[in-house]
């Protein structure tokens, strides 16, 4: 378990060799568990001989809360996370600015389940799947993928028939017979040089292809959306296990829907509504006209700030 630490700066410069197969270091962190949680960490300029430059996590079931991975360098794939396990549960997480040199320049999964929810995958780059390349699991009855509100733009492929956004292969034993893969409420490119999946797909009207963010400030990293982003209300009303707060810790759903991205949209119009949660006299039952000490808790219940 990683909470609340910032790792920046490292090198792994070889590979690890476990479980009969060759697995990147991981140039901030190489995790090799049963189970494995990243809660509130910041990768940034780490570089991994191999897969992983932010982190490398391998025979696990992962759960990422709330982590940003910046400015990392993977080797071969996974130039912010590399992940390949049972499982893998991504939310609220940033990936901005990573290179993975063969695939998956911002994450990289391979593993039987994928969940993917309210992420933000931006200018990262990699030799296929410049944002995310997934691998699903090979049993069609149990094992499936699931984005929901994540957001790509502006990542990049430098291989040929390659995907610039997103790459899935939902078909990893080769049978013809279709993982389950569901998109609702993403935004990416849909065109064939920014999406690629090895069977078809109907990609769900919820969806967005390539529209603008509208951050606050992309080059200087400042992820958040401005007034009139397209993300704003744009996520899947019925989110399974929508988190209560987002990557900022502010309000998960402010507004009509939940917005899409790792960051819900706040103005800071809110208006305070403060509620009295605890009252403690001292004496207890004061008399009239005598003096008394109150000791008040207030709550600021807000109200929508759009």
């Given at each position: 378990m990683l909470t609340n630490n910032h790792i920046t700066g490292n090198t792994s410069t070889g590979w690890h060799y476990q479980y009969g197969s060759?697995?990147?270091?991981?140039?901030?962190?190489?995790?090799?568990?049963?189970?494995?949680?990243?809660?509130?960490?910041?990768?940034?300029?780490n570089t991994g001989g191999a897969s992983g430059g932010g982190a490398s996590i391998s025979g696990a079931s992962a759960t990422l809360t709330n982590n940003s991975f910046s400015g990392n360098t993977g080797g071969a794939s996974g130039g912010g996370v590399s992940i390949s396990g049972a499982s893998a549960t991504l939310t609220n997480n940033s990936f901005s600015g990573n290179t993975g040199s063969t695939s998956g320049g911002g994450v990289s999964i391979s593993g039987?389940?994928?969940?993917?929810?309210?992420?933000?995958l931006v200018d990262n780059e990699g030799?296929?799947?410049?944002?995310?390349?997934?691998?699903?699991?090979?049993?069609e009855t149990t094992d499936s993928a699931s984005l929901y509100n994540n957001l790509l733009w502006a990542n990049r492929a430098t291989g040929a028939d390659s995907a610039a956004?997103?790459?899935?292969?939902?078909?990893?034993?080769?049978?013809?017979?279709?993982?389950?893969?569901?998109?609702?409420?993403?935004?990416?490119?849909?065109?064939?040089?920014?999406?690629?999946?090895?069977?078809?797909?109907?990609?769900?009207?919820?969806?967005?292809?390539a529209q603008d963010l509208l951050f606050v400030n992309q080059a200087a990293g400042n992820l958040r959306l401005t007034a009139g982003s397209p993300m704003i209300d744009a996520g899947y009303p019925n989110t399974p296990n929508l988190p209560a707060t987002d990557l900022g810790g502010g309000p998960r759903v402010l507004g009509a829907a939940v917005d899409i991205g790792a960051y819900e949209f706040d103005d800071g119009s809110g208006i305070p509504d403060f509620v009295v949660t605890s009252l403690v006299l001292?004496?207890?039952?004061?008399?009239?006209?005598?003096?008394?000490?109150?000791?008040?808790?207030?709550k600021n219940q807000g109200h929508p700030r759009r």
């Amino acid at each position: 378990m990683l909470t609340n630490n910032h790792i920046t700066g490292n090198t792994s410069t070889g590979w690890h060799y476990q479980y009969g197969s060759d697995f990147g270091g991981g140039g901030g962190a190489y995790i090799s568990a049963t189970t494995a949680t990243l809660t509130n960490n910041s990768f940034s300029g780490n570089t991994g001989g191999a897969s992983g430059g932010g982190a490398s996590i391998s025979g696990a079931s992962a759960t990422l809360t709330n982590n940003s991975f910046s400015g990392n360098t993977g080797g071969a794939s996974g130039g912010g996370v590399s992940i390949s396990g049972a499982s893998a549960t991504l939310t609220n997480n940033s990936f901005s600015g990573n290179t993975g040199s063969t695939s998956g320049g911002g994450v990289s999964i391979s593993g039987s389940t994928a969940t993917l929810t309210n992420n933000t995958l931006v200018d990262n780059e990699g030799g296929d799947g410049g944002g995310l390349i997934l691998s699903t699991g090979s049993t069609e009855t149990t094992d499936s993928a699931s984005l929901y509100n994540n957001l790509l733009w502006a990542n990049r492929a430098t291989g040929a028939d390659s995907a610039a956004d997103l790459r899935i292969n939902n078909d990893d034993d080769g049978d013809y017979l279709p993982t389950p893969v569901t998109l609702l409420a993403n935004n990416f490119d849909w065109s064939a040089g920014g999406f690629k999946i090895t069977l078809p797909i109907t990609i769900h009207s919820s969806n967005l292809n390539a529209q603008d963010l509208l951050f606050v400030n992309q080059a200087a990293g400042n992820l958040r959306l401005t007034a009139g982003s397209p993300m704003i209300d744009a996520g899947y009303p019925n989110t399974p296990n929508l988190p209560a707060t987002d990557l900022g810790g502010g309000p998960r759903v402010l507004g009509a829907a939940v917005d899409i991205g790792a960051y819900e949209f706040d103005d800071g119009s809110g208006i305070p509504d403060f509620v009295v949660t605890s009252l403690v006299l001292t004496p207890t039952s004061p008399f009239a006209t005598t003096t008394f000490s109150a000791q008040i808790t207030l709550k600021n219940q807000g109200h929508p700030r759009r």
